[in-house]
Structure formats: structure tokens, C-alpha cells
């Protein structure tokens, strides 16, 4: 078990009627002018975008609105909001939505103190705790990004997708009401789904020997999420099965299933690539082609892990060759995302062969450099991986 | 799943030599002067208090010391530490021990700015958020005060131990470097086991059904702790077994566990009354013969529970009659805690059937009324547990 910190200050208001508190529970904490982040027209049409400016008014809590943040959102409207910030002395800053609209918030708070551009912050990963309180009313469990430390955006001009990791921008209160995801798109489910089981494979995969309490951990994580995904599946407006997957998703990636491990997340930096030049590519499904390829390149490194897992989660019985029981492992996990309805080829997403050689040089976060600790990644290592997955 | 609301803010600061940032993690907070809040000898004797004092000096945080905190921490040395925390102007309580010392700094924390006697808040349970930040030491994992919202206090005069919850009591800052607790006695390792294991009990139990993602994380804490407690048992200076039980610890006790179920909470009322008049038993202790008797007292409310329980922790086949796989389960459990040398008896802690009515007019924290979820517990029932105890 490798020496670490960990720290996950969110404060969760979990149940029916959640978003009901968003007033009141910010006026407790101070909050007097909140920037409302928000996305698309499916949460004002749905009345909650409504319902969350009632709970603030009714609390003495003053808005200023900011909508239409984009999946995979960029840091034009990141500008944006860090610019409405300043000008309007915003306090907190109160996301309604999924993982992007949450990034994007991230990034405004981290901003709207800062005298430069905020893409220094995604450029440099230099810290800071000059950061505003956050609050999330979720309504897409998937990223994990209600209590997690990571922000990612994109950067439309230099065709870059990046990653910003700080403890000061986990959010400090999180909503999370599962009714609110029975209206969900069924691919953005499945997608969201793919993506919550991604964050326990990159933790449970890495180059540190067993650390039992959290791996099992993480895989009792990974045995929710795949029975109750079925679940979902079938019955959207299954509260209890929605609310295991809403609580999973935060879980996922809040930090506590890759605690005492190095964690390897080569594979998201290979995804985030993939939608960077290819917007139309939901970060899920893009995994769902991703991560079986780079299990069949890397498993070789330790099949007895990847026999473990297939053991312990798919309930895969040896077979006394620890290769073949791997290769079940993989097998099975490219299954449990088909069945979702995701994708298994990055054929199936319009990406071919050509496609490749424009993805590697733009792996820019890591400058050429090796990445991933499962297996240390070289450039070739990337180009044969993202052949694995066409 | 019900509703809940749920906060861990604790900072925690994990692995070897974890102790010697002390000083800077405070000074980063801005502490100026704490009160150092220890127990025995054992904790200067070892070095630690002296190690500690350095990296407060080398920090430039000044100190006022508090020692010998007794097991089942008295409301005596609590206002001692009020008092001392007045007239220093004490900024953060450091408490360096197990869960006696931090439940002794976190009651000092709550009167420290409070104008009456700080029992009150015990008596009472009002809420309040005007408690000082609490920092801990770890040096027995056991109680998982080390980020619960729990403090349990004795009042001698009173005959009473009473338990007071609050999230602004919850530490800010968990140092723990599993190192320190190579050299514990056998005993107090076991009794911490079967402390930990047993905040799971309470929160597995109780009458809500099942709830997939809190139950499963719930399950794999039970079989790590199981799993790992015959490695440290054996091997106390094992580092890795070590370190997967004190984390385990933390994580049985801060609340993940019982996230959207009611929880139950009786064996610990009951148990409370029985070293609150025997101060020589070790709370591990009373629960390993408390909590065997109180499932077989209840088991009957739903014994499918238990034959779950007893299939995910013990692997015990079903044998078709789920009352006798509940009582396997059951045995499964008392073999557990006397395979770490716990009791199975109360009559092995010296306590007698005459000792039973002694106990009842204390329930007072429950002032008579009804107790517990799996099953509401009467006085009466609370006899007939203890008999089945004994």
C-alpha cells in the first residue's frame, strides 16, 4: 500500500426532492450571487433549471445565468463565465448537470480569481487554492465529477482536450435526486455507465501489488454498477436501481477505490484524444472501444490480475491457464459494454486507420513521454492500441 | 435507498511517517497553538509525543499538553481541557491516540467556546458548529473516530456513558502511519477488530431492504477486515496488513457504509450500559460478546439477511433452510471474534446474571423508549439479550 492523501470535503444532500435544499443550503453556507451554469435546453424545458432559481430566490440567493455548455465543453465559455464572475462579484458558483457542465464550472471557479487566462491552469497544472465553492445539482451520473478533483476541457483552437487536478475544486455541496436521471437518454445512460466503470478499471489496474481494502472496495463498485445497469437499462424509472447508480458514479471517482495505489488512467488520456479530434464522440462510448483494446495489449504484464478481476466480477471460474482467464476477463468487459448498446469498435464511430497518426501527436499532456503505469506507453505502444480498437 | 445527507471533510495524510508533517499540515491551516491530547505513558514513552512536538516547534505552532485520557475517556479531563483551551486561546485540538483520546478532543472541541458545562451537549444533543478543528494522530484503529461524527463520553458520576453525534466535530486532519501500531498489545488489536467489524454490523442490519451499492461496499470492508485480521494477529509488524486494517478502520466507521439505510445502533446502546458500569471492559470486548446475542435474539425479523451476510463474508453454502443459514452465519461470527481471542461470554468479563437489572434503569439514552431498526427492542428484550450474553 503506497503512502497517500486523500480528501473529499463535498457535502451530498441525496434523495427525492434534493434540488428542493439548493437555496436554502447555500444561503447557510453565505452564498449571496451564485453564477447558474447550466447546458442545453433539456433543463430548462424540464422545469428544473425553474425550480432551482425558485429554491435561491426563495433563500435571498441572487443569480446570474450562464447556459449552453456543450459535451465536451470548451474554454470559450469557460471565458465567459470567469468574465460574468468578476463583473457580477459571483460567490459560488452552481452547476446543473452532468460531467461537462460540472468541468466546465470547475474551471470558471478556478478563473474568476485569477488575473490570466484560465487555460494556464489546464496548460501548467499549477495549483491553487484562490478557488470559488462549487455546487452541483446532478443530473447525469456518469464522470463522477460532483465530488471528484478533475476538471477536463477542451480547447477548440488548439485541438486539445486537458486535464486540470486540484483538491480546492472539489465541489462543496453536490445535489443528487435520481429522479432526475429517469428522463435520461438511453445511450447517454449506457454511455454514462461505461464511463463510471472505466474510473475503477484505471484504479484497479496499475503497477502496485494487492492493496485489499481497496480493491475490493472497488470491485464491490464494480459489481454494482454492473448489476444494476441492466437495471437502468430496462427500466428507467427505477428509483432504487438509479439511485445505486448514482451513488456508484460518485464513488467511482471521488477517489476512495484507488486509495494506496499509483492508478494508471493511460487509457482516458487515449480517449481523450479520440474526442478531441472527433467531438461527435461521447467520452463513454469512445471507452467502451479504448479499454478492451488496451487490456488485450497490456494484460501480459499481470494476467493473474486480470484473472482476479474476472473472477471477483464477472464470477469467471479458473481454468488453471491464467491467460486464458484474462482473455474471459477482457471478453466479458467488452460484453458488458455491448450489452449497454455502447460501441466496440472505433469502426462503428467513423474513426479508420488514417484517423491514428493524427491522435498521437496530439497526446500532447504527456510531451512525448511515456505514460500509464500498468505499462509504461510509448508512442508506438498508442498507435498499436488505438489498431486494436478500429 | 432513503434520502440521506452525507459529509467526510477530513483531510487524511496516509502511510510511513505520516506524523512528522504534522506541524506543517497545521501551520498550512493556520494554527498558532493547539492542545496536545494524549493518554498514557505509552504515547511519550514510544517517542511520539516527542516526535510530534518537534514537527509542531519545527512549524512554529506553539502547544499546551493534556495527557492521560483513560479507555472510556471521562467528562472529568474533558473540562480540564475546556478550561485549558479558554485561557491558552487554543485554535485546534491534536489528539494523539485511539478513539478514548480523539472522543476526549472532540468533546473538548465542542465546549471550548461554549459559556456552560459541556456535558450538555451529551445530555442534550443539541447541534452546534461552533467546535474547534480537530487534528488526529492515529495509534489504534478501532474506533474510526478518527473521521466519524461520533464522541462517546463517560460521566462517572452519573454512571453513564453517553455518545454525541455532529459533522462539525468530524477531524479536519487524520494522520496515519500504520507503523505506530506495530506495537500494540494482542488484545487491543482484537478489540479493535471487533469494533470495526461490528460498525458494519450495525449498519447492515436494520430495516430498510437492501440497497445494492452501500450493502456490497458494506460486504467488502467485512471481508477485508476478516481476511487481514489473522495476518496482523500473527504478524503485527506486517506493514501492509497493518495498513489495510487501519484504513479499513476509518472507512467502517465514517459513514460510506450506512449511506441510504437506516442503520441500527442497539448492540452499542446496550453494550455502552455494560462497560459504563464495568470500566474494566474493553468495548471490543463487550461487543464480541454483545453482538452474537443480539442476532440471535433478532435474527428471526429477516433472517434472509443474515444468510447473505453469512454467504458474502464467510462463504457459507445455502442449505436450502435459510433460518439454519442464518444461524451458521451467526456462529460464524462469535468464532470470528474468539479466533482473535476475544470473549464469547459475558460470565468470562466477571459480569453475572444479577448484573443484568443494573444495566436497564442506564438505558438512558434511549429514556426508556424503544431502540434499534432491525427490530425495536423493549426493555424487556434488552434483558433477554443480555441473559443470552451472558
Same mark, same amino acid.
Given at each position: 500500500?503506497?503512502?497517500?492523501?486523500?480528501?473529499?470535503?463535498?457535502?451530498?444532500?441525496?434523495?427525492? !426532492?434534493?434540488?428542493? *435544499?439548493?437555496? @436554502?443550503?447555500?444561503? &447557510?453556507? +453565505?452564498?449571496?450571487? $451564485? =453564477?447558474?451554469?447550466? /447546458? #442545453?435546453?433539456?433543463?430548462?424545458?424540464?422545469?428544473?433549471?425553474?425550480?432551482?432559481?425558485?429554491?435561491?430566490?426563495?433563500?435571498?440567493?441572487?443569480?446570474?445565468?450562464?447556459?449552453?455548455?456543450?459535451?465536451?465543453?470548451?474554454? !470559450?465559455?469557460?471565458? *465567459?463565465?470567469? @468574465?460574468?464572475?468578476? &463583473?457580477? +462579484?459571483?460567490?459560488? $458558483? =452552481?452547476?446543473?448537470? /452532468? #460531467?461537462?457542465?460540472?468541468?466546465?464550472?470547475?474551471?470558471?471557479?478556478v478563473g474568476a480569481h485569477y488575473a490570466g487566462d484560465v487555460w494556464d491552469f489546464f496548460e501548467t497544472k499549477q495549483p491553487t487554492d484562490?478557488?470559488?465553492?462549487?455546487?452541483?445539482?446532478?443530473?447525469?451520473? @456518469?464522470?463522477?465529477? &460532483?465530488?471528484?478533483?478533475?476538471? $477536463?476541457?477542451?480547447?477548440?483552437?488548439?485541438?486539445?482536450?486537458?486535464?486540470?487536478?486540484?483538491?480546492?475544486?472539489?465541489?462543496?455541496?453536490?445535489?443528487?435526486?435520481?429522479?432526475?436521471?429517469?428522463?435520461?437518454?438511453?445511450?447517454?445512460?449506457?454511455?454514462?455507465?461505461?464511463?463510471?466503470?472505466?474510473?475503477?478499471?484505471?484504479?484497479?489496474?496499475?503497477?502496485?501489488?494487492? $492493496?485489499?481494502?481497496?480493491?475490493?472496495?472497488?470491485?464491490?463498485?464494480m459489481k454494482t454498477v454492473r448489476a444494476e445497469a441492466p437495471r437502468v437499462m430496462v427500466e428507467p424509472d427505477n428509483y432504487d436501481a438509479r439511485a445505486n447508480i448514482m451513488w456508484a458514479g460518485m464513488l467511482c471517482h471521488q477517489g476512495l477505490a484507488g486509495a494506496g495505489r499509483h492508478e494508471d488512467w493511460a487509457t482516458h488520456g487515449l480517449e481523450h484524444e479520440l474526442s478531441a479530434l472527433f467531438p461527435h464522440i461521447t467520452h463513454g462510448a469512445g471507452l467502451a472501444c479504448m479499454f478492451p483494446a488496451w487490456m488485450e495489449y497490456v494484460h501480459g504484464e499481470n494476467p493473474t490480475r486480470f484473472a482476479f478481476y474476472g473472477r471477483e466480477v464477472f464470477g469467471l471460474a479458473p481454468t488453471g491457464d491464467v491467460d486464458a482467464d484474462a482473455l474471459s476477463a477482457i471478453d466479458e468487459t467488452r460484453a458488458f459494454f455491448a450489452s449497454l448498446g455502447m460501441p466496440t469498435t472505433l469502426a462503428e464511430l467513423g474513426v479508420g486507420e488514417g484517423d491514428i497518426e493524427k491522435m498521437i501527436p496530439t497526446l500532447r499532456a504527456n510531451k512525448g513521454e511515456p505514460f500509464g503505469s500498468f505499462k509504461k506507453l510509448t508512442m508506438d505502444d498508442a498507435r498499436e492500441i488505438y489498431r486494436l480498437a478500429l
Open positions: 500500500m503506497e503512502n497517500f492523501e486523500f480528501v473529499s470535503p463535498t457535502h451530498f444532500v441525496f434523495g427525492r !426532492g434534493a434540488e428542493e *435544499q439548493v437555496g @436554502a443550503k447555500l444561503a &447557510e453556507r +453565505g452564498a449571496r450571487r $451564485v =453564477l447558474l451554469h447550466y /447546458g #442545453g435546453r433539456s433543463a430548462v424545458e424540464s422545469g428544473l433549471i425553474g425550480r432551482v432559481k425558485a429554491s435561491l430566490d426563495a433563500a435571498g440567493v441572487a443569480c446570474v445565468e450562464l447556459g449552453g455548455v456543450r459535451p465536451n465543453p470548451e474554454v !470559450g465559455l469557460v471565458r *465567459q463565465g470567469v @468574465a460574468l464572475c468578476k &463583473e457580477h +462579484g459571483i460567490d459560488w $458558483v =452552481l452547476a446543473v448537470g /452532468g #460531467g461537462s457542465v460540472i468541468d466546465s464550472a470547475k474551471a470558471i471557479a484562490d478557488v470559488l465553492p462549487i455546487a452541483v445539482v446532478l443530473t447525469i451520473p @456518469a464522470a463522477g465529477s &460532483e465530488a471528484s478533483k478533475n476538471a $477536463v476541457v477542451s480547447n477548440d483552437a488548439l485541438q486539445m482536450k486537458s486535464g486540470y487536478p486540484n483538491n480546492a475544486q472539489r465541489p462543496k455541496l453536490a445535489f443528487m435526486n435520481p429522479e432526475l436521471t429517469f428522463t435520461l437518454p438511453e445511450y447517454q445512460t449506457a454511455a454514462g455507465i461505461t464511463d463510471m466503470f472505466c474510473h475503477l478499471l484505471e484504479r484497479f489496474f496499475d503497477d502496485v501489488g494487492a $492493496v485489499p481494502v481497496t480493491d475490493n472496495l472497488n470491485l464491490s463498485l
